[in-house]
């Protein structure tokens, strides 16, 4: 019997401009990091890009290369430190997401799109509903997409608090793959569960699978 190949995962790796430009749609952001930070060697610069804005207000492209040699350091070193700052946020936002919510709506946000995926926690407004769509930049960089769409909520109540999470897809909506994806579930060949922590391409496998029997 031949071996089943392993399918090749198909994870985003960003570039260090896509990096820049998703922290430069939420300056707020990298203030809350430098506010918070543990004392990091990119410290310095985490501010000079807090004070000239991420360059937002420049409408040309700036290059990494530009930015180092404005504040004066090899470009190896900004790329180095731009990557530390987006990762360092993402696990700021983790373990401390009061400090992102601004006194709204806690949700905890997942995203995933082909096998990239994050939990973001974000402070809304109001609870985007199932089906609709959600754009978010600054995600772009670790999921490789910045359109979503809502594919499930789960509010769960905790003593006097209540905890929202939303799943979101990346891409577009296939209401006719959702429609298989709640026939499997019925027919028992996938759990809410599997849809929650499944990648879609491991979805669609089982789908297709026992679509042909």
């Known amino acids: 019997m031949p071996r089943l190949k392993e399918r ?9 401009h896509e990096i820049f430009v998703c922290l430069s749609t939420m300056p707020k952001w990298s203030q809350i990091l430098a506010q918070n930070g543990t004392g990091k060697s990119y410290d310095s610069f985490l ?4 004070e000239v804005n991420y360059f937002n207000e420049r409408e040309e492209k700036i290059t ?34 009061q400090l992102f919510t601004d006194n709204k709506i806690e949700v905890a946000c997942h995203f995933s ?10 402070g809304l407004n109001i609870i985007p509903r199932v089906y ?43 209401k006719y793959r959702e429609m298989a994806i709640e026939e499997a579930k019925h027919k028992g060949y996938l759990s ?3 849809v929650w922590n499944m990648t879609n391409s491991e979805i669609d496998e089982i789908i297709g699978r026992n679509s042909r029997r």
């Open 132 to 174: 609709e769509y959600f754009h978010f930049y600054f995600v772009k960089a670790k999921i490789g997409t910045n359109c979503f769409w809502v594919s499930d909520i789960h509010h769960e109540m905790n003593n006097d608090s209540i905890k929202t999470n939303i799943w979101l897809d990346g891409g577009i909506l296939n």
């Open 64 to 97: 990494i290369k530009e930015i180092a040699t404005a504040f004066k350091l090899e470009t190896v070193k900004v790329t180095k430190w731009l990557h530390e700052i987006y990762e360092d946020l993402l696990d700021l936002n983790y373990e401390s997401p």
């Open 8 to 16: 090749r995962k198909i994870i985003h790796k960003p570039s260090t």
């Open 192 to 194: 809410q569960l599997d």
């Open 47 to 50: 501010k000079w890009l807090i």
């Open 113 to 122: 799109y082909y096998d990239s995926s994050a939990i973001i926690n974000l």
